[in-house]
């Protein structure tokens, strides 16, 4: 029996940089150096991605899955970008 450990999730366009990012941090092994230069990036994109509009929710859970991916992060990516984001309303 094969038992697969990865997760195919189909992400958003806008995750494509992050997708490298966190692609690149794995491949990097034990360079310590290069991966924190990733991990600024990575910071920087995701600040970046909040700022233009997306939801914050949706750029964590992208980048949960990213960060593992495992397949319980796989499916809760998928159920949080299906949901419709949370509108925050003050009352006066």
């Not at 195919?8 to 360079?31: H, I, K, Q, S, T």
């Not at 997306?54 to 964590?60: L, W």
Request: hydrophobic share 40%; proline share 2%; aromatic share 10%.
């Amino acid at each position: 029996m094969l038992v697969q450990h990865r997760a195919e999730a189909d992400l958003p366009d806008w995750a494509a940089r992050l997708n490298n990012y966190y692609w690149r941090v794995r491949v990097e092994g034990r360079n310590k150096t290069i991966k924190r230069s990733f991990y600024r990036l990575i910071r920087i994109e995701r600040l970046r991605l909040v700022e233009m509009g997306y939801n914050i929710e949706h750029v964590d859970a992208v980048c949960k899955y990213l960060v593992s991916l495992k397949q319980v992060n796989a499916e809760r990516v998928m159920v949080i970008l299906e949901s419709e984001p949370k509108q925050l309303r003050l009352d006066f």
